[in-house]
């Protein structure tokens, strides 16, 4: 009985300390982790992605992660879905909020009349009137975004709609390395 007893004691001692000795020494127990498991499973490579080697698609769905590769411009070309719509464009990080044209926004579901194009917006080729929107719902990869700020603009205006802040300021993280933008919910 007090051998049980003495067990017992050294088990409750040792479980409590356990979270005290990994959170001083984290590193301790990753090494331990990875000698006893041998090899590390396929999705923790991917969580820590080289963004170097990104093999040249234009976005690929890493779980809750998404890194699109940059164009021979420099620019994040990718498809993305507005509101269950397949559209193409260009993910903007100087861009104040998403940018769609016209015909995009009548094709995801949006209808303006021209009395709705009353916003002055700056764009690179100067002020422009828009019509702000929000569109239901924005998804790149397993990306999914609902009621995002956008603006519409006539097509002359915009040929390539703009992924902007409106979308990535609701991520968790964005970040531009070695050609890459990586995307993380």
């Known amino acids: 009985m ?3 007893l003495l067990i017992l004691g050294v088990l409750a001692v040792a479980s409590a300390s356990f979270p005290m000795l990994y959170q001083s020494n984290p590193q301790m127990f990753e ?3 990875k000698s006893a498991v041998g090899t590390r499973p396929a999705v923790e ?3 820590h992605l080289n963004l170097a080697t990104v093999p040249d698609r ?3 769905p890493l779980g809750r992660k998404v890194v699109i590769t940059a164009d021979a411009r ?3 070309m990718s498809a993305f879905k507005l509101n269950g719509r397949q559209v193409d464009g260009m993910i903007d990080t100087g861009a104040t909020l998403v940018a769609i044209n016209s015909s995009t926004a009548r094709r995801i579901g ?3 009349n021209a009395s709705d ?3 002055q917006v700056n764009t690179a080729n100067g002020a422009i009137k828009a019509a702000l929107v929000t569109v239901d719902r924005l998804q790149i990869g397993k990306i999914t975004v609902d009621g995002v700020q956008a603006v519409v603009l006539d097509d002359k205006a915009l040929r390539t709609n703009l992924i902007g802040l409106s979308f990535l300021q609701r991520l968790e993280r964005y970040q531009v390395e070695n ?3 990586l995307l993380v919910q």
């Open 110 to 112: 949006i209808s303006l």
């Open 58 to 60: 234009p976005a690929t």
């Open 117 to 119: 194009f009353k916003h």
């Open 31 to 33: 090494g331990l982790l």
């Open 74 to 76: 420099g620019h994040f």
């Open 45 to 47: 490579t991917q969580t």
């Open 2 to 4: 007090l051998r049980n």
């Open 179 to 181: 050609g890459a933008l």
